[in-house]
Nanobody
Framework: QVQTVESGGGLVQAGGSLRVSCTVSGIIFSINVMDWYRQSPGKQRELVASITGRGKLTYADSVKGRFTISRDNAKNTVYLQMNNLKPEDTGVYYC??????????WGQGTQVTVSS
């Protein structure tokens, strides 16, 4: 069974930084594309960043230039470094292996709150 455990969220002022982490179990982590999603209040969950097993990166336009996704395959962990945070970045952040579509059970996520 694939499981994800997200951590590292918190409360930060606009312009500040946070790094959130996600540890994954139950898959061969190193070969899997990993995605970071967020769900902001009143909005649908959205994809914000992805990283392939070989390190190819993609970002949503809203976070490009401010967020950096990375991974440590030895630790089965994916990170999201968030700089120059804005109030609209507030939400619950989740990670997910991109290859799993149907039947995915989201982890508990980690709350990021950016105050203005």
């Amino acid at each position: 069974q694939v499981q994800t455990v997200e951590s590292g969220g918190g409360l930060v002022q606009a312009g500040g930084s946070l790094r959130v982490s996600c540890t994954v179990s139950g898959i061969i982590f190193s070969i899997n594309v990993m995605d970071w999603y967020r769900q902001s209040p009143g909005k649908q969950r959205e994809l914000v960043a992805s990283i392939t097993g070989r390190g190819k990166l993609t970002y949503a336009d809203s976070v490009k230039g401010r967020f950096t996704i990375s991974r440590d395959n030895a630790k089965n962990t994916v990170y999201l470094q968030m700089n120059n945070l804005k109030p609209e970045d507030t939400g619950v952040y989740y990670c997910k292996p991109a290859a799993i579509v149907g039947g995915w059970i989201w982890g508990q996520g980690t709350q990021v709150t950016v105050s203005s």
